[in-house]
């Protein structure tokens, strides 16, 4: 069975750093598409970030842009989220989630489109 599980959340001060990880089990995550997701209090599933691991292309909501860089290390079957200069409106349960796709279809930030999913890491952002 397909396993997600994530690492790396905590606490952290407004400006600062987070390295989510993604690390999968038994499967590799040659021709899967992993996508970030996150959970803020009292708010609905968004989708942050994605990666197309065979081809490398990515995609990120607008408000992570230039913040938040996906990024694969396929000898450790892992796939890290770096977030950079974090905001109180980053806080949330970041979630990864793996959806099977040949390539060189373009991973999506809609959660339909992934089968297995995390169990979820917190982040929260406070001064």
């Known amino acids: 069975q397909r396993q997600l599980v994530e690492s790396g959340g905590g606490l952290v001060q407004p400006g600062g750093s987070l390295r989510l990880s993604c690390t999968a089990s038994e499967f590799t995550l040659d021709d899967y598409h992993i996508a970030w997701f996150r959970r803020a209090p009292g708010k609905e599933r968004q989708g942050v970030s994605c990666?197309?691991?065979?081809?490398?292309?990515?995609d990120y909501i607008d408000s992570v842009k230039g913040r938040f860089t996906v990024s694969a290390d396929i000898a450790k079957n892992t796939v890290s989220l770096q977030m950079n200069d974090l905001k109180p409106e980053d806080i949330g349960v970041y979630y990864c989630a793996a959806g099977y796709y040949p390539f060189p279809s373009q991973c999506v930030l809609d959660a339909s489109g992934y089968g297995s999913w995390g169990q979820g890491t917190q982040v929260t952002v406070s001064a």
């Open positions: 990666l197309q691991i065979r081809g490398g292309r990515t």
